[in-house]
């Protein structure tokens, strides 16, 4: 009973995904001549997660399936941004004392 | 041909499946937030220090990243075509995307190991252990970044605080390394379950498992690539 439950993508689907993340993987390398200060991070980082989205709808099935992984693939993900967001804000803010006398 | 059974406390396969999945999937996320770690660390530093990662990624070859890069691409694509092959019940094609997974990951990790190795030839340790001297190797370190980041000046004159980078490089592509290491012994124990005919369109969980261990550990070098040797 379980084989009909499961979704099979066309093997076109797959192939389509596979060569749009090697496109992406020249494109950052392609990206990263042109110097655009902070915004290179920006955009490698920008690029580098539309890769990780077509892996994990594609490639892991989340698009497919059930939405509990991918609740529970979110939450990870809004934990990690949690921890940068403090971090950063405690790194940004502090005072560093400098002996002017 | 072994038939599975799933286990009792589960009304039925598909129930068992499911829970396995979700099991696999907590454990991705405790994944994510540890590899997260490290790039938080690396994302504060790199905007504090951005000299130092500059310098530092002049000493990767992005050439060999890029090939690492699209060869775990290509892994993830053939493990999850074999995931699709059992689907179908095209065992035999499912084994040989399994081997392909395999190989790329054998090749992921040799490249690995020549970058390390002409890294601790040049002195290139993390933190502490760190002795590259840039007079004794100039014109030794094969530039690398394409474009305008190919800065010799910056060689020369490295920041003082270069051994930090290398900290950040070896422990991050260590751990990820460790990771490969491991999804290949996973990989290769589902290559050895499908042979002995464990796997059919019905049940299929552990390959499952191990395909989305795998995908993850291509994630993280997906973010990896670009934080390192594009920087």
């Given amino acids: 009973m379980s084989a009909n439950e499961h979704h099979i993508m066309p093997m076109k689907t797959y192939n389509v995904v596979f060569i749009t993340l090697l496109i992406l993987t020249a494109f950052t390398v392609l990206i990263a001549q042109f110097d655009f200060g902070a915004m290179n991070t920006l955009i490698a980082m920008l690029v580098a997660t539309v890769k990780a989205t077509l892996v994990g709808m594609y490639f892991m099935h989340l698009k497919y399936e059930d939405k509990t992984y991918a609740v529970c693939l979110l939450s990870g993900v809004f934990f990690l941004i949690i921890m940068f967001a403090f971090i950063a804000v405690d790194v940004g803010s502090r005072v560093i004392e400098t002996n002017t006398l | ?130 002795s590259y001297d840039a007079k004794a190797h100039h014109g030794d370190v094969k530039d690398t970044a394409p474009g305008d980041h190919n800065k010799p000046e910056l060689m020369d004159n490295l920041p003082e605080n270069i051994p930090m980078y ?14 490969v290491l491991i999804g290949m012994g996973l990989i290769f124990w589902c290559l050895m379950r499908t042979r002995r005919g464990d796997f059919s369109p019905d049940y299929y969980t552990g390959l499952e498992g191990a395909a989305l261990f795998w995908h993850l550990v291509d994630l993280v070098w997906i973010y990896l690539f670009p934080l390192l040797y594009l920087v």
Avoid at chain 2, 37 to 65: C, H, M, N, R, T
Avoid at chain 2, 166 to 179: A, D, K, N, V
């Fill in chain 2, 1 to 130: 041909m072994s038939k599975h059974h799933h286990a009792h406390h589960f009304d039925s396969a598909e129930a068992e499946f499911e829970a396995s999945k979700f099991g696999v999937w907590v454990f991705l996320c405790t994944e994510i937030l540890m590899f997260g770690g490290l790039f938080v660390g690396y994302i504060l530093y790199a905007g504090k220090y951005p000299e130092v990662f500059e310098a530092g990624s002049q000493f990767l070859d992005w050439k060999l990243g890029a090939i690492n890069t699209a060869v775990l691409l290509l892994s993830s694509y053939t493990i999850a075509i074999s995931i699709r092959n059992i689907q179908t019940g095209e065992t035999k094609k499912a084994i040989n995307n399994m081997i392909i997974t395999l190989l790329c990951g054998f090749a992921f990790m040799g490249i690995k190991g020549y970058e390390y190795n002409h890294k601790f030839h040049l002195g290139l340790y993390p933190g502490k252990y760190f």
């Fill in chain 2, 166 to 179: 290398f900290s950040f490089y070896f422990l991050m592509t260590g751990i990820h390394g460790t990771h």
